[in-house]
């Protein structure tokens, strides 16, 4: 069974950091892109950060010098480490491991930021 779980998330104060952990089981995540999203109260959901099976990272622009994307495969492990947080950064964000044939999903993490 495959299962993706989500840790790290929290509330901190604008300016503050947070990193998110993602662990994999059932699954060589090394075979996976992985992906976070996340998703605000009455938005959609939307990409986050994406490191590849090669290691190559790409960030939405809201994202790009506050947010770092990397991975572990020895530890089955993708993180996020999300710097000078802002409210507009409150959201449940997810994990997704990804191939073109496989997608799996997280059940979230809550990130609230606030004064």
């Known amino acids: 069974q495959v299962q993706l779980v989500e840790s790290g998330g929290g509330s901190v104060q604008p300016g503050g950091s947070l990193r998110l952990s993602c662990v994999a089981s059932g699954i060589d995540v090394a075979q996976y892109a992985v992906l976070w999203y996340r998703q605000a109260p009455g938005q959609q959901r939307e990409s986050v950060a994406t490191?590849?099976?090669?290691?190559?990272?790409k960030y939405a622009d809201s994202v790009k010098g506050r947010f770092t994307i990397s991975r572990d495969n020895a530890k089955r492990t993708g993180y996020l480490q999300m710097n000078d947080l802002k409210p507009e950064d409150t959201a449940v964000y997810y994990c997704n491991c990804y191939d073109t044939i496989r997608d799996y999903w997280g059940q979230g993490t809550q990130v609230t930021v606030s004064s």
């Open positions: 490191i590849t099976r090669f290691g190559t990272t």
